[in-house]
């Protein structure tokens, strides 16, 4: 049974990584939300769409890279 | 008993796969409610629509493929 | 027991197609409440609300085949 | 014990099945409010919120169908 | 220990029995919201209130028809 808890812990991992996602969708999603209603607006929030949206991505690709570190370093 | 703690593994990371369609339906459904309320602006953030379905899509296929390698390559 | 913990994966795997529906309900419930605000744009964005429903129910029905794989193919 | 930790399964499965009832509410609650916001509109929008709670309702159902596949086809 | 833990499985289907009832008062709630806005219509979407309840309220029921199978058919 060596090393397979740790698969149970990847599956967990892989949880958070799909949580994470409904933070990056309520980033877009505010963003269009936004920019539909004020469309001249939107070009000059473009850089703060992909900022917001890569500091969310971030801990999504975090809880995946413990899934493949689980899975393959431990 | 060889890989079978990995299949309870396999189980919960398409929990989060599921979960990255929260994500998913918070993108495409704000855009769908600022393209009814504005619709002559909606072609125009068709791009972005596509940018925040791919971040968040991205995550869900993460735990996907989590739940692929823990069922056949772990 | 052969075959035994791979069907409690099966089940926590259907989990996250539950929660995928979620999001299907988002997408769908946002172009409802958008379509009848301004009816005679709906038409037009049809297609978007296609796009999204499908984005995320893939992601419910990847969730659903490592239910079916775990149960029959595992 | 055959068996038995399937039964485990059927019932994490069981949780995906009511997930779903949120996302189908999510549906018909938006349908509701926008119908009783402009009532003359809602007869127009009734294919779609049948298309999305069968979409929503199609993933709840496929976690039911994991549970009674772990019951009695496992 | 001859079906004890068919008895966890049928408790774990009971909190899917509980989720759907989110999805229950996501409906009932926001046609309320509504008829009490516009209380004129409310009659004519009467109907649209059933069929949305009964929609979620049957994913509810499967999740305690797994219950209930779980704890005297299987």
Same mark, same amino acid.
């Given at each position: 049974?060596?090393?397979?808890?740790?698969?149970?812990?990847?599956?967990?991992?892989?949880?958070?990584?799909?949580?994470?996602?409904?933070? +990056?969708?309520?980033?877009?999603?505010? @963003?269009?939300?936004?920019?539909?209603?004020?469309?001249?607006?939107?070009?000059?929030?473009?850089?703060?769409? @992909?900022?917001?949206?890569?500091?969310?991505?971030?801990?999504?690709? @975090?809880?995946?890279? +413990?899934?493949?570190?689980?899975?393959?370093? +431990?």
């Amino acid at each position: 049974m060596e090393g397979e808890l740790a698969h149970i812990g990847a599956g967990l991992a892989a949880i958070g990584s799909g949580a994470a996602a409904i933070g +990056v969708g309520n980033v877009a999603g505010n @963003f269009l939300a936004g920019a539909l209603r004020n469309p001249s607006a939107a070009a000059g929030q473009t850089a703060t769409l @992909f900022i917001g949206i890569a500091f969310a991505e971030a801990l999504g690709i @975090f809880a995946f890279l +413990v899934s493949l570190l689980l899975m393959f370093a +431990v």
